[in-house]
């Protein structure tokens, strides 16, 4: 069974950083596209970033390229999400998503995930 629960959430002022950490369990990393989604009040959920089961190769948005960064430690069954330079246009509901590596490959397509935690709530306000 698979279950994902995320934490690190919390509230920030712009320019500030969180570490958001997702707990995975009922996952094989090798064999997973792990990523982050958000949505904010009155928006779509949107991709933020995934992470290929190699654990190396990675697709961001561009909303947040260079100042994100996913990462996983298999030790753990964890998946980090390391949020930099935060904007007030990053507030959202953060969730972390699951699927298993197929021939469609991994994508921010969020109908394409069918495993999601609870979501945690980030807050960028001065």
């Known amino acids: 069974q698979v279950q994902l629960v995320e934490s690190g959430g919390g509230s920030v002022q712009p320019g500030g950083s969180l570490r958001l950490s997702c707990a995975v369990s009922g996952v094989t990393f090798s064999s997973a596209c792990m990523a982050w989604f958000r949505q904010a009040p009155g928006k779509a959920r949107e991709g933020v970033v995934v992470?290929?089961?190699?654990?190396?190769?990675?697709y961001y948005a561009d909303s947040v390229k260079g100042r994100f960064t996913i990462s996983q430690d298999k030790a753990k069954n964890t998946v980090y999400l390391q949020m930099d330079s935060l904007k007030p246009e990053d507030t959202a509901m953060y969730y972390c998503?699951?699927?298993?590596?197929?021939?469609?490959?991994?994508?921010?397509?969020?109908?394409?995930?069918?495993?999601w935690g609870q979501g945690t709530q980030v807050t960028v306000s001065s």
């Open positions: 992470i290929k089961p190699d654990g190396v190769t990675t």
């Open positions: 998503a699951f699927r298993l590596y197929d021939w469609v490959g991994c994508s921010l397509i969020a109908t394409s995930y069918n495993n």
